[in-house]
């Protein structure tokens, strides 16, 4: 496959440029292959692309719509293995977790999605006003790199399925599984222009999509820091926004709760993806009396941890995503370290090439401390005593953040009780965990609006009243 073209309605194009920025693995530095920077006028190409495709395909029944999506969902599972490579060799994802969790994962929610958008009622009356939900016109999606293919599904499924049209901005890390998605959507003879995709860097692309006159919509997953910015950009003609952003989420284990069961619920979101998901469960709060429980716990849990080649079958932990990204988190270590915090385990980048880093674990946390207060995305925990449960609830919310979060308890609904105490859009209790269509969004900084389900499918439309 030539991953130097853009897919602008319904066809394989090359940029109107000539840059154009390498893929590296990140477990061997090697460049994979290149992709192209596109310039304005690609950028405006594909936004009048999906303006034009608009109305033909916004006209189409769900059902119609909808059948679109059962071929690109079979199209998936044909090509799991693909995809699951990819992403391994882009990001550095373990194969494990790329094939069982990554693509899996998009398959089970896409198919929410189109169940979501099968039995929503678009029309209902409100005494004499009749109230129907319309799309909304051109979306803009700007997708990070820790979830390459799915943080695209979560958008373009919902965006579509509702009948909007769209144009793609993958991460510059990770475009390669987002083109090869691309090549799935043409053979499955999408109509042209309803789906359109190009490459380049954020600050030149990104930017230009989301600030086009002709998008109404801006959906943008990633940093909290670009994220504002965008809100910014998208006050310009009035953009519709939906964000996605960062995390810092909290396992609160409450006396008497299963320590097993909170450290593996924890430690499996600091292993998997290397850290690297904004609902990482990187604050683990416990009950003072506690801690050299849970202590011994994490470590016995982590005896086992087998870092390396990302391909390897046994592997449970790889590389981070690039160079940057290991000086960011080596960053957070030494300043971890600096103000106070204990290193109870790893600490260290792994002796050999490729961007490995050991897990680490802190202990002697205050959540005042930059580690218990940044989001660090990498393989890093920090473990925060309480006294009163009441003060756990409060460090747990004492964050900008508000996106995921847990609560691990002896009684089920007095966990529940505190979970709805919790300044988060997510708490899992237990053994609980996410499903394809619960709803996933932030409180506080961690975002607008919702991804997932029938919430992530109302985001992108609009409510009209008919009067008569
Ligand atoms: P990022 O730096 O914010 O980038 C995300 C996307 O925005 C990339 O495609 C990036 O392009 C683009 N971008 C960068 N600057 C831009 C600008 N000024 N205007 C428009 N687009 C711009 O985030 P990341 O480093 O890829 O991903 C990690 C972050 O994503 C973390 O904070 C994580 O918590 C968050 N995240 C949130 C969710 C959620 O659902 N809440 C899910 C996953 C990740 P380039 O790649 O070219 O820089
Ligand atoms: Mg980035």
Avoid at 99 to 128: C, G, K, L, P, W
Wanted: proline content about 4%.
């Amino acid at each position: 496959m030539n991953y130097q073209q853009f897919y602008i309605d319904g066809e394989w194009v090359s940029s109107s440029g000539t840059e154009t920025i390498d893929v590296l693995n990140p477990a061997t530095d090697e460049v994979i292959d290149k992709v192209s920077a596109a310039t304005t006028e690609d950028v405006d190409r594909a936004v009048k692309a999906a303006k034009k495709a608009f109305p033909s395909w916004s006209a189409l029944t769900v059902a119609e719509r909808a059948s679109y999506f059962k071929k690109l969902k079979q199209a998936l599972k044909d090509n799991l293995g693909t995809l699951a490579d990819l992403m391994t060799a882009e990001l550095g994802a373990t194969t494990r977790f790329s094939h069982d969790v990554q693509v899996t994962m998009s398959i089970n929610e896409m198919e929410a999605t189109i169940r979501a958008a099968e039995t929503y009622q678009f029309d209902h009356y409100i005494r004499d006003a009749l109230v129907t939900a319309e799309p909304i016109g051109v979306v803009a999606c700007i997708s990070p790199w820790n979830y390459p293919l799915n943080q695209i599904q979560r958008k373009i499924s919902p965006a579509l399925l509702a009948g909007n049209t769209v144009v793609v901005k993958p991460a510059t890390e990770t475009p390669l599984t987002a083109l090869y998605f691309a090549k799935l959507i043409d053979e499955v003879g999408f109509p042209a222009g309803v789906f359109n995709i190009l490459t380049g860097s954020g600050s030149k692309v990104g930017t230009g999509v989301a600030s086009h006159p002709d998008v109404d919509v801006i959906s943008f997953t990633g940093s909290t820091e670009v994220g504002e910015k965008l809100y910014a950009a998208g006050s310009k003609g009035i953009k519709k926004i939906i964000l996605e952003l960062g995390g810092k989420s909290p396992m609160l284990l409450l006396p008497g709760g299963s320590i097993k069961t909170a450290v593996k619920k924890t430690l499996g979101t600091i292993i998997n993806n290397q850290g690297q998901s904004c609902s990482a469960l990187t604050r683990l709060i416990v009950p003072k009396d506690d801690l050299k429980a849970v202590q011994e716990e994490l470590l016995a849990q982590l005896k086992d941890v087998k870092i390396g080649d990302p391909t390897l079958e046994d592997t449970d932990l790889g590389p981070v995503v690039s160079a940057k990204q290991e000086e960011t988190v080596l960053g957070y270590i030494a300043k971890g370290k600096e103000e106070g915090a204990t290193i109870l385990t790893g600490g260290n980048k792994v002796d050999c090439p490729g961007h490995y880093i050991e897990p680490t674990v802190f202990v002697d946390v205050k959540n005042d401390m930059t580690i218990a207060q940044e989001e660090i995305f990498g393989p890093v925990l920090t473990v925060i005593p309480y006294e009163s449960v009441e003060e756990g609830i409060t460090i747990s919310n004492d964050t900008t953040y508000g996106l995921s979060g847990a609560v691990v308890g002896p009684d089920e609904d007095e966990a529940v009780a505190i979970a709805r105490k919790i300044r988060t859009g997510n708490v899992m209790v237990n053994e609980g965990a996410v499903t394809a269509d619960s709803p996933f969004g932030g409180y506080k900084e961690s975002g607008i609006g919702h991804e997932k389900g029938v919430y992530g499918f109302e985001d992108y439309l609009n409510i009209k009243a008919i009067l008569r």
